[in-house]
DNA sequence: ATACGATCTGACATCGATGTCAAGCACCTG
DNA sequence: CAGGTGCTTGACATCGATGTCAGATCGTAT
């Protein structure tokens, strides 16, 4: 199949290659008719400029590069399909990259790539999204980024994110207004952000309602199944425990679940269970999870956005930031508190 | 940040770019010592040839494209990150693109994307491996293929699989051998060719076995949770239930287990559940679903390989198979049917 | 009529690599 | 010694687009 490129199109058009560039780029300067004439044997061609050559002529990218930690976490996947849908709108094209801290080279490696796949932009998902080195590298080789719900270093690049605090302070709110007291919350992984300002505001729910929340009531997790797990012995396993757990994010929330099953503890009359991220398994789960639905389609496609409109407007750099709404859930796992005249419904 | 190029490197290291092109690429005809100072330059500058003027100049690219239907499924994510793995390993990049054939001119949207981008190769999976359009658009276009579990025109392309129909006929053997005798089997999406095999592999054990499978113990689902609950509402609402049901796939699966705990069916007392994927959430689950291992991570990786392994020596064309190796993991939601003298474990 | 700016247009170089081809050289062979 | 043959190297064109710049055209103010 013979490629159409530009010359064909100049050729049947009667213009010159240069003329052809520049309707398709839409610059002024071009005489309405040609343009028209020009537009229509694009059309009729079926012609799609080689997003190669025009990188390389004009250093202008239109790959835009999706960079994860963990690829395979539900999480992920939410953004990408968002990331995904709205490239295909525009017209970009999404290289995925996975990032591996631990593994030794890991920003050398990452520098080649670079330099091999020029990208028109980067988004950059927690947490390798507060990774200094990473930003410094991409500073260096003036790729715009995004980055998705950072914590250091906000003004520093462009940024989309959610009100972590307030949504965690909201949901705490609410198992508070079901009349529990002893509310136990299990922490995200510290490397994330996010994770810490969802403690804070669950905290900070807590403060309000003259509530303290001894150590043995925050416990550390890491966002995974099994660090859930595990947060759930210490908590069900013996002694006094909680009448709700929140836990960071929905996998953490399940696996307090799944705890709670196999001692025989009834979920939701004597536990309640809340999550984080509104993740597809929060509906998988039995009883469905209460949690917070997190925008991350929404999120990832407005990356998208940040990076491909060309706010060039202001010189190119106002970082802009964009903060997206999200939603308290509440399904079957949690419920009024064992005992406890029902609290006004706020 | 100035960008090194091939040039930078032929007058460090006083040769002609040809022949720094020619030892990148590990051509013959090149005096060793030249060879090695090229060499020692090379990862002095750290030099990367940018991978767009490669492609330009020698339409070979180093982009490999990974088609999806539904990027968000936890299938899709373990085959992503297997073919990310290998892809990093070879120094190669994917370009993920998802496809909706229900979308008015995704054949044009997606021939559109192949002319801006050339890919170096495609990995198709389910279920649009089996698109017929799209398998000759590839092949207009010159760009090889390699599919994951494909159900139809086998010798088209060369293709990495796993024994489906097998792997299904052992779990069907192995709840036999639990002295299960009402099984029922929940399908998979037809439009998944998988799905019909996994069918066959459960009826061929069950007529081995001298049992009849009525069309009310063979229900239609279409891989998501939604459609399992609705099976499982087919299946355990009324009537005799089954004292063991096979789902095609583990979200299925799950919602059948949910369904069960809903009513206060039991599991595995009163009704044994599997599974087939064994993905992330199979062990999500309480009980911890039985299921079949599938190797997603590797065929993927395995896809890859086909891809950039030029087994050209051929003269490019003999589709290779690559039949990767399953394992049945029985887990804690199957376990002997109710009043059955335990059969022999085979 | 002349000059001038604003609009249009195309020739040509360029981006960073590889394909083609021919030249240079050493080593045989007859 | 003429004439291969095989190895080694670089000059130059090329891939498909865009940047630069100069030339052409037109209306209009001087």
């Known amino acids: 199949m013979k490629t159409i490129t530009i010359k064909d199109v100049a050729a049947r058009a009667g213009v010159s290659p240069k003329t052809v560039s520049r309707v398709i780029n839409s610059e002024s300067y071009v005489r309405p008719e040609l343009r028209a004439t020009v537009q229509k044997v694009v059309e009729e061609l079926g012609y799609r400029p080689n997003a190669f050559a025009r990188e390389l002529s004009s250093s ?39 990032l591996d801290r631990e593994c030794a080279g890991w920003l050398e490696e990452c520098e080649a790539s670079l330099r091999a796949v020029r990208l028109g932009g980067a988004v950059l998902t927690p947490p390798l999204c ?136 009834a979920v939701p009359e004597q536990l309640s269970i809340a999550g984080f991220d509104d993740s597809a398994i929060a509906r998988m789960a039995w009883p469905q999870l209460s949690t917070v639905r997190q925008p991350n389609f929404e999120m990832a496609a407005t990356a998208v956005d940040l990076l491909t409109h060309p706010q060039r407007a202001a010189g190119s750099t106002t970082p802009e930031t964009c903060l997206l709404p999200h939603a308290v859930v509440m399904r079957a796992s949690t419920a009024a508190a064992a005992g406890a005249e029902s609290a006004a419904l706020s």
Chains 1, 2 share one sequence.
């Open 130 to 265: 507060d990774w200094e080195e990473l930003l410094d590298l991409f500073e260096r080789y003036a790729v715009p980024v995004v980055r998705i719900s950072p914590g250091d270093d906000l003004e520093r690049t462009s940024r989309v994110e959610m009100d972590d605090r307030g949504a965690a302070r909201e949901m705490t709110e609410q198992l508070l207004a079901l009349g529990h007291r002893d509310i136990a919350f299990v922490q995200g992984n510290p490397t994330h952000h996010a994770a810490a300002r969802r403690l804070e505001g669950f905290r900070a729910a807590m403060a309000a309602a003259g509530l303290p929340v001894p150590a043995s009531r925050a416990l550390q997790g890491d966002f995974t199944f099994r660090s859930g797990l595990e947060a759930a012995e210490r908590l069900l396993g013996g002694g006094e425990r909680p009448s709700a757990v929140f836990a960071a994010n929905d996998e953490m929330a399940l696996a307090i679940l799944v705890a709670a099953m196999r001692i025989g503890i």
């Open 60 to 98: 202008r990218s239109f790959l835009l590069g999706l960079f994860f930690d963990d690829p395979a976490s539900p999480y992920a996947a939410d953004l990408q399909r968002g990331a995904l849908a709205r490239c295909r709108e525009l017209s970009y094209h999404l290289v995925v990259e996975q």
